[in-house]
Nanobody, 123 residues
């Protein structure tokens, strides 16, 4: 498995913005697709966004379309999630994930998970 380390979580007021980062180490060529998931207290983990190796394909959950943007810097082996117009319902533990294909992430079947970073949005 490829170690993934998230950072950038925190507390923000509704309407605010936050940016998450996910750094990968080790051999990454076998799982080039990367994505973000989240899990709110008492709820199941859900897909948020995914991006292909060359950034030509991105997918978003309907709940975050137009507010969140996923991007990546392959030179730094890092994926980002820019979150704007945050809502209290965005409060969750956010996880980075990797897979060989984007569709595996969309299907919630990644190869590796990070440990998660907490995002809390106050009303």
């Amino acid at each position: 498995q490829m170690p993934l380390v998230e950072s950038g979580g925190g507390l923000v007021q509704a309407g605010g913005s936050l940016s998450l980062s996910c750094a990968a180490s080790g051999r990454t060529f076998s799982t080039p697709a990367r994505g973000w998931f989240r899990q709110a207290p008492g709820k199941e983990r859900e897909f948020v966004a995914a991006i292909s190796w060359n950034s030509d394909t991105t997918y978003y959950a309907d709940s975050v379309k137009g507010r969140f943007t996923i991007s990546r810097d392959n030179a730094k082996n890092t994926v980002y999630l820019q979150m704007t117009n945050l809502k209290p319902e965005d409060t969750a533990l956010y996880f980075c994930a990797s897979a060989s294909l984007v569709r595996a992430l969309v299907a919630a079947s990644p190869s590796s998970w990070g440990q998660g970073t907490q995002v809390t949005v106050s009303s």
